[in-house]
């Protein structure tokens, strides 16, 4: 995990006022430097404050710039399952869930927060979807993406991201402090514990992650916490799910990915 005193946060070359005053938050957000651009290229910056990361605000969003690559904020898969379930397609997390509309999920892993969306969408207008994410600079980044991020001709998507509340947090500590029976559903998604070496996207924000295995501790008390059901996403075949005590699934053979769930 970096420093974020390693963190220089900056603008697009001639910013407005808008720009400047939300790379200033952000800056103060996340814990690193505010730098103006003053017509200085990224690695001109990089090379004179020796960052680890340069963080960019501009009228398109937020960018993390580092030696692994950029990441910014993206809705991902998200779109292409909110489509199938517009076509009458089931969705595997979904059904893991055994997700209705007016649901309420607590996302303890969001990540990049496609997952959210998804679930966003399927809980509909009258559910809550909340996302915990314990590294400050990516639940910046993702924040600031859901709220902003367009897509006009998929307004279900739009609606879907908006509706998330995102929470900078370590998810057992949150947990801990709920009453029993807060959401419907608890979800894990421990998706960097075996990365895809071959994903350019992830690899650039590996490094930022938090890459600790899913404790116990946290299982139990998302079973205090849930009203039906705690779900987990792992690779198929996964000792995890063990481990933790995940005995049914939803996923189909050769898949990649399965759902373990428990009923509370």
């Known amino acids: 995990m970096m420093k ?7 603008t697009s070359p001639n910013p407005p006022q808008l720009l400047l005053s939300l790379g200033q938050s952000l800056a103060a957000e996340i814990g690193g430097v505010f730098l103006a651009r003053q017509g200085r290229s990224l690695n001109e910056i990089t090379e004179m404050t020796a960052a680890t990361a340069v963080v960019t605000v ?22 292409l399952r909110i489509l199938a379930c517009r076509q009458g397609k089931s969705d595997k997390m979904g059904r893991a869930m055994a997700l209705q509309p007016g649901d309420s999920v607590l996302d303890c892993t969001l990540g990049l927060g496609s997952d959210a969306v998804v679930a966003s969408y399927l809980a509909g207008p009258t559910g809550a979807v909340c ?29 879907a991201m908006r509706r998330i509340t995102v929470v ?47 404790t116990r501790e946290a299982v139990e008390q998302a079973v205090r916490v849930a009203r039906r059901r705690v779900v987990m ?11 933790l005590g995940f005995h049914a699934f939803v996923g189909a053979k050769g898949s990649r990915v399965v759902y373990g769930y428990l009923k509370v």
């Open 131 to 159: 996302g915990l994410e314990s590294e400050t600079v990516i639940a910046a980044v993702v924040r600031r993406g859901l709220g902003a991020y367009s897509f006009p001709e998929l307004p279900e998507l739009e609606a």
């Open 233 to 243: 996403k792992e690779r198929t075949g996964s000792p995890e799910f063990a481990r």
């Open 58 to 79: 501009t009228r398109q969003g937020v960018t993390v710039w580092s030696e692994h690559g950029q990441f910014s904020f993206h809705p991902g898969m998200a779109k």
């Open 4 to 10: 974020m005193s390693d963190l220089i946060v900056t």
């Open 168 to 214: 900078n947090t370590d998810h057992l500590t949150y947990l801990s402090a709920l009453p029993a029976g807060s959401f419907d559903i608890v979800y894990f998604d421990p998706m960097f514990r075996e990365p895809v070496r071959k994903s350019p996207g992830m690899n650039s924000l590996r490094w930022l992650t938090n890459d600790r295995a899913i």
